[in-house]
């Protein structure tokens, strides 16, 4: 079938499904996931094209989806595109950004790649779905540097936080502590986010590019979506009854996409 609308119910809330013969979106009153379905030649492949909680209204019930809930929705409908496509691997561009609010008239693009990066030492699709490289050469480069965030070899004896006041502020704390990591923690305890943000704006891409060595942050990553399987209860509404079914995915037939030819492929 090519087009369907319905519900599903998981531990986590209400979620309403659109699945079309190009795309599955998953959301509430918004659809916060997409997914580019290809056509009949490239049945094989599938790409992330849309993850956003920020805006609200991911779930039917309005409740609000945020840091593990945006993974278990993110789950949730990798968990549904195996019902439509024999696929190991989805892929994604990982370009995501937010506006930090600096004051009453100022915003700064915070991109969430190399701000995750400074506080979890690995991107935001690394740490929560295990996404890598898709090129290996860049994966083989990415896995190298990542030991370098609780290495006190790679962390200079000083740093320049690109502002005199931040620099006053935060020279103690980067001064106290050997790691990256343990600097990246303490500042992620004292500061609410809202205030984290203006704190590490006028430096954290120059903290990871010293982190990173000056190698760039892979663009293109895959998520293996093989083990992913959240249970859900799909919900069919007719007249006053409404029926349900449970869900549990069992080990589904998959199809293998090499690393090069997904990255040949990339829109």
């Given at each position: 079938?090519d087009?369907?609308?319905?519900?599903?119910?998981?531990?986590?809330?209400?979620?309403?499904?659109?699945?079309?013969?190009?795309?599955?979106?998953?959301?509430?009153?918004?659809?916060?996931?997409?997914?580019?379905?290809?056509?009949?030649?490239?049945?094989?492949?599938?790409?992330?094209?849309?993850?956003?909680?920020?805006?609200?209204g991911?779930?039917?019930?309005?409740k609000?989806?945020?840091?593990?809930?945006?993974?278990?929705l993110?789950?949730?409908s990798?968990?549904?595109?195996?019902?439509?496509?024999?696929?190991?691997?989805?892929?994604?561009?990982?370009?995501?950004?937010?506006?930090?609010?600096i004051d009453d008239?100022?915003?700064?693009t915070?991109?969430?790649?190399?701000?995750?990066?400074?506080?979890?030492?690995?991107?935001?699709?690394d740490?929560?779905?295990?996404?890598?490289p898709?090129?290996p050469?860049?994966?083989?480069?990415?896995?190298?540097?990542?030991?370098r965030?609780?290495?006190p070899?790679a962390?200079?004896?000083?740093?320049?936080?690109?502002?005199?006041?931040?620099?006053?502020?935060?020279?103690?704390?980067?001064?106290?502590?050997p790691?990256?990591?343990e600097?990246?923690?303490?500042?992620?305890k004292k500061?609410?986010?809202?205030?984290?943000?203006?704190?590490?704006?006028?430096w954290?891409?120059y903290?990871?590019?010293?982190?990173?060595?000056?190698?760039?942050?892979?663009?293109?990553?895959?998520i293996?979506?093989?083990?992913?399987?959240?249970?859900?209860?799909?919900?069919?509404?007719?007249?006053?009854?409404?029926?349900?079914?449970?869900?549990?995915l069992?080990?589904?037939?998959?199809?293998?996409?090499?690393?090069s030819e997904?990255?040949?492929?990339?829109l």
């Amino acid at each position: 079938m090519d087009n369907e609308v319905y519900k599903i119910q998981t531990s986590v809330g209400i979620f309403r499904v659109d699945k079309t013969k190009t795309h599955l979106r998953v959301g509430g009153s918004k659809f916060c996931v997409e997914i580019k379905l290809y056509d009949s030649d490239m049945k094989d492949l599938a790409e992330l094209q849309w993850l956003s909680t920020k805006e609200g209204g991911c779930e039917l019930n309005n409740k609000l989806i945020k840091g593990d809930t945006t993974v278990h929705l993110l789950n949730l409908s990798l968990t549904l595109l195996k019902l439509y496509r024999k696929v190991q691997f989805i892929k994604l561009l990982d370009n995501s950004k937010y506006e930090c609010q600096i004051d009453d008239k100022t915003k700064k693009t915070i991109y969430i790649n190399k701000y995750n990066y400074l506080f979890h030492g690995g991107t935001w699709y690394d740490e929560k779905v295990g996404a890598i490289p898709i090129d290996p050469v860049l994966k083989k480069l990415y896995d190298e540097t990542k030991s370098r965030y609780t290495d006190p070899s790679a962390k200079p004896q000083s740093f320049d936080f690109r502002n005199k006041g931040l620099e006053e502020e935060l020279t103690p704390i980067y001064e106290a502590t050997p790691t990256w990591k343990e600097f990246a923690d303490l500042i992620h305890k004292k500061y609410e986010p809202k205030i984290l943000c203006k704190k590490v704006s006028p430096w954290y891409e120059y903290a990871v590019a010293v982190l990173t060595n000056n190698r760039m942050l892979p663009e293109f990553w895959k998520i293996d979506i093989s083990n992913i399987n959240i249970p859900f209860t799909r919900v069919q509404e007719g007249g006053k009854r409404t029926r349900k079914r449970k869900y549990n995915l069992p080990d589904t037939e998959v199809h293998l996409v090499s690393p090069s030819e997904l990255y040949n492929k990339i829109l």
